[in-house]
């Protein structure tokens, strides 16, 4: 999940929402506690926005976006307890404004210089006898794959998760991915996270590890494009 990508998406909710107010209102981003309703000054919740009336009162905006760990039962669960105490002041109400998880902005040109470079590691590692080296190409050419998967997840009207085998099991799901290609996609993410994880060496990882890696990407994009076309 992107979080600036979300925050751009929740300025411009409520820019949009600000324009729909009655003659007279104005909307304060992140306010002040003397801007808030009374009954509100004991609760340290910050709230997203506030659009007061010209004859005092007002409405308290918060927004969900689902995907992120703000759209947490705990979240939502503040939320009724805020919605509780903001209609304790007469004229205020509180209005939730839910949107979608933006997912990730994908560059495809990003796409190819980290396989590039994951290539060009993991080839100086091997023949420098330099491990590290060789699982960081690892690493990187994995991070091509997420975005791959980010990439036509999007464009598949696909729900994006920032993991490579959550996207691939909605994508196989769908048929757009062969089964072949799902569970290697699978054995990729158990070598990382294993990696990541120190519960294998460096050494665990070979030149041929990531070269292979670098043609699933490739095979990963060849097959969701051809789901696009057919769609």
């Known amino acids: 999940m992107d979080r600036n990508r979300a925050v751009i998406q929740e300025r411009i909710a409520l820019q949009e929402r600000a324009s729909k ?17 009374p009954s509100l000054s004991s609760m340290k919740m910050e709230v997203d926005a506030v659009a007061v009336a010209p004859e005092g009162g007002g409405i ?27 209609q304790k002041s007469s004229g205020w109400d509180l209005e939730v404004i839910v949107l979608s998880d933006p997912g990730v902005e994908v560059n495809p040109s990003d796409i190819e210089k980290r396989l590039e470079s994951a290539i060009q590691m993991a080839q100086s590692g091997a023949d420098s006898n ?19 998967l980010a990439k036509w997840c999007q464009d598949l009207k696909i729900k994006y998760s ?3 085998s959550a996207m691939a ?21 158990g070598v990382r996270n294993n990696l990541a994880h120190g519960r ?32």
């Open 21 to 37: 107010l009655p003659v007279g209102w104005y909307m304060l981003l992140r306010p002040s506690p003397q801007d808030l309703p």
């Open 60 to 86: 308290v905006f918060e927004i969900v976006t689902r995907g992120l760990p703000g759209a947490s039962k705990h979240k939502l669960q503040a939320i009724e307890n805020l919605r509780r105490e903001v």
């Open 130 to 148: 330099n491990e590290y080296f060789v699982s960081s190409g690892f690493m990187l050419a994995f991070s091509a794959l997420e975005l791959t």
């Open 162 to 164: 920032p993991n490579a």
């Open 169 to 189: 099991t909605l994508l196989v799901s769908e048929g757009h991915l062969s089964d072949i290609t799902y569970h290697e996609i699978r054995k990729a993410q």
């Open 200 to 231: 294998e060496a460096p050494s665990a990882v070979a030149l041929d590890s990531v070269v292979n890696l670098e043609a699933l990407v490739r095979r990963v994009s060849g097959e969701l494009q051809s789901a696009s076309l057919e769609q």
